[in-house]
């Protein structure tokens, strides 16, 4: 061992640990939360996903499958999965009329999309009174 490092070591137990960076406080959103918010991204990765979210959204009424079908250049099965993985996090609804299923937009649950996005980052929310309890709203049945 060198004079220099020797020296080194010497001046830091003198000086007791020296801390290696800032405190952070903790994360201010429940794992609970954190898991239905993860699960709403990962609804969202898929391009398909959000073209079929995009086409419910423009409608005021439900859409039935296979008008969705004629849309994309895919089988009816691949849409249905998607719809189902939309429909498992609550972005879309779905009702049966004979034997055809319709959907239509949860507009609660997109409505609350941007909070959790201002929430996750951390930012101010423009409703500060807003209950964190995104499932209340977000996940209430039609």
């Excluded at 008008?67 to 099965?77: E, K, M, R, S, Y």
């Excluded at 049966?96 to 507009?107: L, Q, S, W």
Aim: hydrophobic share 40%; glycine share 2%.
């Amino acid at each position: 061992m060198t004079d220099r490092v020797r020296a080194t070591q010497r001046i830091r137990s003198s000086a007791g640990p020296a801390p290696c960076c800032t405190a952070v406080d903790p994360p201010q959103i429940a794992e609970q939360e954190a898991d239905e918010y993860a699960a709403w991204f990962r609804a969202l990765a898929d391009p398909t996903r959000i073209r079929i979210l995009n086409l419910l959204a423009q409608s005021e009424e439900p859409v039935c499958v296979c008008d969705i079908v004629a849309h994309f250049p895919l089988g009816q099965p691949t849409i249905s999965h998607h719809l189902k993985v939309l429909r498992d996090v609550r972005f879309v609804f779905a009702e049966r009329r004979g034997t055809f299923m319709y959907y239509r937009v949860n507009r609660a649950c997109l409505a609350e999309f941007p909070e959790a996005a201002r929430r996750i980052l951390g930012l101010e929310s423009p409703t500060p009174d807003r209950p964190r309890d995104v499932r209340a709203k977000a996940l209430a049945t039609a």
